[in-house]
């Protein structure tokens, strides 16, 4: 059985020998990650799907000269990470929340993983402890430095391994691993008052 990754090589030799349609598989396969990854550094719920369409542009331009030295996906973030650095340099804005964005974020979060969550029963209480630690959780991150936040996401959200994000960040494992800890240190933080009362819990 082919890998995911076998998949992506096969699709950009199909789109390397001029099939547009093997492009459009990958971008309905990367879309909605790529713009969760976007979502996270530039927090304006308007600019994300023109960041992510301006990637994939610039990735259709440049599969060319992709040589497959990398994984497909690999390649992808780091220019996904590179044209929202240059979007927010052009605007000379912080990333800063927007209401429209936390307001997206309400209704359909996915950065946050399940098993986070205090698991004592639907209750309405638990629901609501629940929603209070993602809702923590969620804060901690977006009160992150961009390195801290964009590492933080890329293993924990993403799933992509130590080696993977160092090439996307273009930094040395050992500076990956730095700020994945201290990212980690940071969100304990904030979520220590809240489950204060669960013991030994601690994300």
């Given at each position: 059985?082919?890998?995911?990754?076998?998949?992506?090589?096969?699709?950009?030799?199909?789109?390397?020998?001029?099939?547009?349609?093997?492009?459009?598989?990958?971008?309905?396969?990367?879309?909605?990650?790529?713009?969760?990854?976007?979502?996270?550094?530039?927090?304006?719920?308007?600019?994300?799907?023109?960041?992510?369409?301006?990637?994939?542009?610039?990735?259709?331009?440049?599969?060319?000269?992709?040589?497959?030295?990398?994984?497909?996906?690999?390649?992808?973030?780091?220019?996904?990470?590179?044209?929202?650095?240059?979007?927010?340099?052009?605007?000379?804005?912080?990333?800063?929340?927007?209401?429209?964005?936390?307001?997206?974020?309400?209704?359909?979060?996915?950065?946050?993983?399940?098993?986070?969550?205090?698991?004592?029963?639907?209750?309405?209480?638990?629901?609501?402890?629940?929603?209070?630690?993602?809702?923590?959780?969620?804060?901690?991150?977006?009160?992150?430095?961009?390195?801290?936040?964009?590492?933080?996401?890329?293993?924990?959200?993403?799933g992509l391994s130590y080696e993977e994000i160092a090439e996307i960040m273009?930094?040395?494992?050992?500076?990956?691993?730095?700020?994945?800890?201290?990212?980690?240190?940071?969100?304990?933080?904030?979520?220590?008052?809240?489950?204060?009362?669960?013991?030994?819990?601690?994300?």
């Amino acid at each position: 059985m082919d890998s995911p990754t076998d998949l992506d090589a096969a699709l950009v030799a199909r789109v390397q020998r001029g099939d547009t349609k093997a492009f459009e598989m990958l971008v309905i396969k990367y879309q909605r990650r790529i713009e969760r990854l976007i979502g996270r550094m530039v927090r304006d719920v308007d600019l994300v799907q023109d960041i992510a369409q301006e990637t994939f542009i610039r990735a259709y331009r440049a599969l060319p000269g992709f040589r497959g030295e990398s994984a497909f996906y690999t390649w992808l973030y780091r220019i996904a990470v590179n044209t929202a650095k240059r979007a927010l340099g052009d605007l000379q804005r912080d990333p800063l929340v927007t209401e429209a964005s936390r307001a997206s974020a309400d209704e359909e979060d996915e950065t946050y993983r399940p098993d986070l969550e205090p698991s004592d029963g639907a209750t309405p209480e638990s629901e609501l402890a629940s929603k209070e630690v993602a809702a923590a959780v969620n804060a901690a991150i977006e009160a992150l430095s961009e390195d801290l936040r964009q590492a933080i996401t890329l293993r924990e959200i993403e799933g992509l391994s130590y080696e993977e994000i160092a090439e996307i960040m273009a930094c040395p494992i050992g500076t990956v691993r730095s700020r994945i800890f201290r990212a980690r240190e940071a969100i304990a933080l904030r979520l220590r008052p809240l489950l204060a009362t669960r013991a030994g819990e601690r994300w």
